[in-house]
């Protein structure tokens, strides 16, 4: 099964407007991280923003925002007021375990967002 | 603000031929990783290390695989005798390790290594 599924490989959204890139993931550990990447064409990594498991509330990071709900295993990002800049890939990537450990992340197959006028 | 650098940007080799990819991870950082991503697909682990041995590698990091911290800063991936396949975007990344934190990875700008 997968561990990272991000089921939307394109997505449109108009400039100034929100738009959601839905995660969903699978780990029976209880403790771990989600992230959010971003990967221009330019190819860099870019971190977006973190969600923990044991985190009460939802992240927020600017312009981004962090939908989770825990018993659905989703993660889900929110863009909100999208400039022509956030067109790229964004990956969502999964770290089991805690914090302090050297624990891979596994990503998603991602999802291509782009931005029109 | 401080970053992860690799070196060198792109790399173009025969096939069968030795490669090592640098990268110098965020100097306070303890922890360190590579991951490779082939055109167009997900970004795929390859191997994790940690005061001075791997902490954890993939099926991908086999015997032609190998990493190295030769000194203080750099850290490097060895790859042996290179295959077509081999051909991707080498990320290297580290982070903090520390349990209070949420261990961000910090990713390098990516080696793009190319096999004839």
């Known amino acids: 099964a997968q561990k990272i599924t991000q089921t939307q490989p394109g997505m449109f959204v108009q400039e100034k407007e929100a738009v959601t890139l839905d995660c969903t993931y699978d780990t029976s550990d209880p403790s771990y991280g989600l992230f959010w990447y971003k990967q221009p064409s330019s190819g860099e990594m870019i971190f977006l923003i973190y969600?923990?498991?044991?985190?009460?509330q939802n992240a927020t990071e600017g312009r981004y925002s962090l939908n989770f709900q825990k018993a659905r295993k989703s993660a889900n990002l929110v863009i909100s007021a999208s400039q022509l800049g956030d067109s790229a890939m964004y990956f969502c990537a999964m770290r089991e375990g805690g914090g302090g450990t050297a624990s891979k992340l596994t990503f998603g197959t991602g999802t291509r967002l782009q931005v029109t006028l | 603000e401080p970053e992860v650098t690799q070196t060198p940007s792109h790399q173009v080799t025969q096939m069968g031929q030795e490669v090592i990819l640098r990268c110098v991870p965020i100097s306070n950082h303890l922890y360190f990783y590579w991951y490779r991503q082939i055109l167009g697909q997900k970004v795929e682990f390859l191997v994790s290390?940690?005061?001075?041995?791997?902490?954890?590698k993939s099926e991908i990091f086999d015997d032609q695989f190998s990493v190295e911290r030769p000194d203080g800063s750099n850290f490097t991936l060895k790859i042996r005798s290179t295959k077509l396949e081999d051909s991707a975007m080498y990320f290297c990344?580290?982070?903090?390790?520390?349990?209070?934190?949420?261990?961000?990875?910090?990713f390098g700008p990516g080696t793009r290594l190319t096999v004839l």
């Open positions: 290390f940690y005061n001075n041995e791997i902490s954890e």
């Open positions: 990344a580290s982070s903090e390790g520390r349990w209070s934190s949420y261990n961000e990875q910090f």
């Open positions: 969600q923990g498991s044991y985190d009460q």
